[in-house]
């Protein structure tokens, strides 16, 4: 009988519009603190960088040059049109703070949202 494979969390990688825009908002407002990776491709043009926040949760930030949306969305259940990666949801103890910190850069891709959940105070 084969052995079970146990899957851990490694990173997810949005594709984005601006890769630095992007890596500073996750940096400052995210807490992804070190950046443990990163690189760039000649052709086609590609860069990346991989961050990763205390707790060893990873983001995978990837700029391709010419990239652009394929199509505009209203709202977040449009994006859910398109198969494949839907959004990535990070839990934050301030929301407000969190978006008057660095408004989120748009992604090439309308499904590529990253959903900033805050959870109801204690009752």
């Known amino acids: 009988m084969a052995s079970a494979i146990t899957p851990r969390r490694h990173h997810i990688s949005p594709s984005v519009a601006d890769l ?3 890596a500073i908002w996750c940096q400052q407002v995210l ?36 990239s652009r949306r394929s199509r505009d969305v209203t709202d977040p ?4 049109r ?15 703070a969190a978006f008057a910190a660095w408004p989120p850069a748009d992604g090439v891709r309308p499904g590529n949202l990253i959903a900033l959940v805050q959870p109801p105070a204690a009752a």
């Open 31 to 66: 807490g992804f603190e070190a950046i443990i990776e990163q690189y760039e491709v000649p052709e086609p043009p590609v860069r990346t960088v991989v961050l990763e926040a205390r707790t060893g949760t990873r983001v995978g930030l990837i700029e391709r040059a010419g």
């Open 77 to 80: 259940l449009d994006a859910c």
């Open 82 to 96: 398109d198969q494949g990666y839907g959004h990535w949801a990070l839990e934050v103890d301030d929301l407000d």
């Open 20 to 22: 630095d825009r992007q």
